[in-house]
């Protein structure tokens, strides 16, 4: 009963206007659920305190779009030709780990994906990732550029376009960077794919300036990203 009253208090009430926290005494937005939760019908995102939100079309995936700002519904770009003549043949996922890059024209190796195989010419692979940087400075508002690039057996197979992060008003930044993309008929044999993030040029630099992967802030609290990879094959 009591958590009867304390939902309907919060969606009918004029007066309701604090945060509600559904088992925790210490909310940390404006509802905060510490469990699961179950919906029975559509999901609406986005719209206004008058205007309902928008619950998207069949297919679509929710995409985050940082802090502050909600997320949108997103189309999969996975049509390759007549997929339904393909066979999903094995699924590869892996973390891809926390790491630092400090100086301009940089590199490292986010993780590492072995025996990946592929055995018949008439393939196409589809790479999903998802991962994110963080921006932090002792001082002004410096901005870095940042890319990363996946690579099968050694060879980049794909370069993600570059991205800027730009630290705000004095503030540190994080910046979620998912990616997908194709590869097709790739040749028969055992792969390795490795992911990189890739630190190019910056500006308003004063001091030392860190950018991170796969971390939440500067004081190692990790937030490992994650990489799969779909071998379809007929």
């Known amino acids: 009963m ?18 509600v926290g559904i088992n925790t005494d210490s909310p940390q937005k404006d509802l905060h659920v510490n469990g699961s939760l179950q919906l029975t019908n559509e999901l ?3 719209g206004t305190a008058s205007i309902a939100g928008n619950s998207g079309t069949p297919g679509q995936v929710l995409v985050s779009q940082g802090a502050n700002v909600p997320p949108e519904w997103k189309t999969l ?20 780990s926390p790491q630092q890059l400090s100086v301009n024209d940089s590199q490292v190796i986010l993780g590492t994906l072995n025996n990946i195989k592929i055995n018949s010419e008439n393939n196409f692979i ?3 990732m998802s991962s994110n940087t963080y921006l932090t400075a002792a001082n002004d508002s410096p901005s870095i550029s940042y890319r990363y690039d996946f690579a099968l057996n050694g ?4 370069s993600r376009p570059w991205e800027s992060i730009q630290r705000q008003s004095f503030s540190d930044v994080a910046k979620n960077n998912p990616h997908q993309f194709t590869v097709t008929n790739y040749p028969i044999g055992d792969y390795t794919l490795q992911t990189i993030g890739v630190r190019q040029q910056s500006a308003g630099i004063n ?18 990203g994650s990489i799969v990879v779909y071998v379809y094959e007929k």
Request: cysteine-free; proline content about 3%.
């Open 155 to 158: 060879k980049i197979i794909e």
């Open 44 to 46: 609406n995102v986005g």
């Open 207 to 224: 001091g030392v300036v860190n950018l991170y992967f796969n971390k939440l802030n500067h004081a190692n609290t990790d937030k490992p």
């Open 2 to 19: 009591k958590k009867n009253i304390l939902l309907w208090g919060l969606f009918f009430s004029p007066l309701s206007y604090g945060q």
């Open 77 to 96: 770009n996975t049509q390759i030709g007549d997929t339904n003549s393909f066979n999903l043949k094995a699924v590869y996922s892996g973390s891809l």
């Open 126 to 128: 589809l790479i999903s």
